[in-house]
């Protein structure tokens, strides 16, 4: 796990579109939320996806309208894909057997030939995708009940009479470690015990981003706020560089 310390979110959309420009990915794995969206509006200034890339959605609601403005199939051709002509490709939540549309999009992922790079945010509770703790690492997309904590942090998304789902598809820890590149950015304070579990703690099943340390090819992108639980002989250079 490579770690890459940035000041604030702006320089780590920076730092992110230029891995992103030097992975030229034909497969671009797009996580949802609020970390991604400053990169998702660098790389369109940029224009720094061909249109012949495909988007591999990360996870997606079950249970919201097809029109719904907050699945993420919309969301991101909002924040990324319209702008760029790019083509998307999600699991079909609303398939009647859920269990067989999960099988269906692990099979579509290697159809498109893999993820060349995906990019992830972290949950506070460390997840990574909906991926919530207690996942095995052998598991492929599936079906998932969300996590209060998750369900609570996004229901700034949805308007006030409106609860997130309850449930999701999300893409298995197995089929995010299958991506050739992951990029993972983490900002804020709220992210910083995760951030330092992920970076310092066991592997283990009860953080889901620790399923990331023996990837080959994983670059974490953190600023000071999200590395400010680690241990100060961790956080030295840091600190160093980042007003107080
Ligand atoms: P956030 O979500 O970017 O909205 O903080 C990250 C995540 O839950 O993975």
Redesign the pocket.
């Given at each position: 796990m490579r770690l890459i310390e940035v000041r604030n979110p702006d320089e780590a959309k920076t730092v992110a579109a230029d891995l992103i420009q030097t992975y030229r990915p034909r497969v671009f794995g797009a996580?949802?939320?609020?970390?991604?969206e400053l990169l998702y509006r660098e790389l369109v200034d940029r224009r720094a996806l061909d249109p012949s890339t495909t988007v591999c959605l990360l996870d997606e609601y079950i249970g919201l309208s097809t029109n719904h403005p907050q699945r993420y199939r919309h969301v991101i051709e909002r924040q990324l894909a319209t702008a760029l002509g790019l083509s998307v490709v999600s699991p079909d939540v609303d398939a009647d057997d859920l269990a067989r549309a999960c099988c269906a999009y692990d099979t579509m992922l290697d159809e498109v030939g893999g993820i060349d790079v995906q990019i992830?945010?972290?949950?506070?509770n460390g997840?990574?995708?909906f991926n919530e703790p207690g996942t095995l690492f052998e598991t492929a997309t599936h079906v998932v009940e969300l996590a209060a904590t998750?369900r609570a942090?996004?229901a700034r998304f949805f308007v006030t009479d409106e609860r997130p789902p309850t449930h999701a598809i999300t893409q298995g820890i197995a089929s995010i470690r299958r991506a050739r590149h992951v990029i993972l950015i983490a900002t804020?304070r709220?992210?910083a015990d995760a951030v330092a579990a992920m970076l310092d703690g066991p592997i283990s099943t009860s953080v889901p981003a620790t399923a990331l340390r023996d990837h080959a090819n994983v670059v974490v992108i953190a600023d000071c706020e999200a590395l400010a639980a680690r241990a100060v002989t961790n956080h030295q250079r840091c600190v160093t560089t980042c007003p107080t």
């Open positions: 996580a949802t939320g609020a970390t991604p992830l945010g972290i949950g506070r997840h990574i995708a998750t942090d996004n804020g709220a992210k």
